[in-house]
């Protein structure tokens, strides 16, 4: 058999392993959602649905993963609404396949009642902002052994993987690096006395949320929980905001309806109100630098280097300029 770097396991063989280790009921069937990152099958039988994620090869170890279990059981155990792994019949969370690149973890996780919903109303995102306030409540100064979000991983490492796609010479790497030294400079005056710490999930945004017809929000998705400052949650949900909703006096609203609905749970400082653009303009550079460093089994498709100048015109750059950041 010729070497391969990765596969996409059959639904059809998938659906029988998953019959014969968990309590499923009849006739299960698998369909995958997505391949990417990790793939995800959704999972249907006459116990429910449920989704199995399929982690890609060496993408989190086996500690990694048991810590993001160890984390969501923690938030379900605090009451919050959320997708949380299940256990098989022999009492185990991971499942181990050997694929032809290697062997792969996968684990069972509950489904998430409601759907997808890429544009709602500011009463919605009033309903966000609680539910994030109530997530931060339980993860402030609650820690996981996985990755901690640093200034270095956060915006020194993922220009250095951009640097493979989008020439240095170029105007828009150019702009990147002019940006990045503004950031660090703003983000490392930072008073961390006023900034909380404690686990965040990094990517809440409407497509890590259902949404059911009654307004009930639940989270999933926890691949990239770590350690760091829980307002580059609340950056990053604004910073998607702005790129969903692009008329400049609704989106103003709707921000505000969230950051209130949050507020009226918990504070935000005055120094993390200060820092969220900043924040949100990272969160750029590290999704453009997971993006890079998947090229080979995700992002091929779509990945380059007009895809890079249209990003940082487009995107990166429009969302500094609404917050009056010019380098």
Known sequence: MFPVTNSTLSKKHLAAYL???YSLGSAAMCSIIKCGINDTYLVSSSEGKFIFRVYSLNWRTTNEIN???????HLKAQGLSISYPIVDNAGKYIQEFEAPEGTRYGVMFSYADGEKLHNYSAEQH??????MANFHKATENFYVERTNYTLRNL???PLEEVK???????DEFAYMKSLQSYLLNELQNANEDYLRKGTIHIDIWFDNMNITNDGKISLFDFDFCGNGWLSLDIAYYILQLNNVERDENICKGKVNAFLNGYESIT?????????????GLSMYFFYLGIQAVRH???SNSFYNGTYLKRFITQLIKRYAELNGITV
């Open 155 to 157: 915006l020194v490492e």
């Open 267 to 279: 504070s935000i400082s005055a120094e993390e109100k200060k820092l969220l653009p900043a924040l």
């Open 19 to 21: 019959m014969e280790h």
């Open 164 to 170: 493979a796609f989008l020439p240095e010479e170029t």
């Open 67 to 73: 810590e993001e279990i160890r984390f969501i059981g």
């Open 296 to 298: 080979d089994n995700w």
């Open 126 to 131: 009033y309903n966000a902002g609680v539910m």
